[in-house]
């Protein structure tokens, strides 16, 4: 007669909480990935391409600089010349952005 085995995973070291945190980012990617392409196509009847590449990455600004931020443990230093590239001070897209939106409205 056979004898049954079970499989067993090998030790890999890493704690259940770990294992859990590693699904949950990567369930949130996944979510977050999928939802985007429904905000863009909502946002792109409304806006022009150039202005929701804008958004979008004015959007992952507000959530990646913090994320820094607390991953550095707060030992990062922004200087006055960081602080005015965050803020959109460089007015290349903004001069652009406004141009774009001042045709849209008088379109109306």
């Known amino acids: ?41 909502s946002a792109l009847s409304s806006f022009s391409p150039f202005e929701v590449s804008v958004l979008r990455g004015l959007g992952a600004l507000l959530v990646l600089v913090p994320l820094w931020w607390w991953q550095e443990a707060g030992t990062v230093r922004f200087t006055a010349r960081d602080i005015l590239i965050f803020g959109g001070r460089n007015h290349h897209w903004s001069e652009s952005c406004h141009y774009s939106l001042t045709l849209r409205s008088s379109d109306s």
């Open 1 to 41: 007669m056979t004898e049954m085995r079970t499989a067993t995973l090998p030790e890999s070291g890493v704690s259940p909480r770990s294992a859990m945190l590693a699904y949950l980012a990567l369930t949130t990617a996944a979510m977050v990935w999928g939802g985007s392409v429904v905000f863009q196509k």
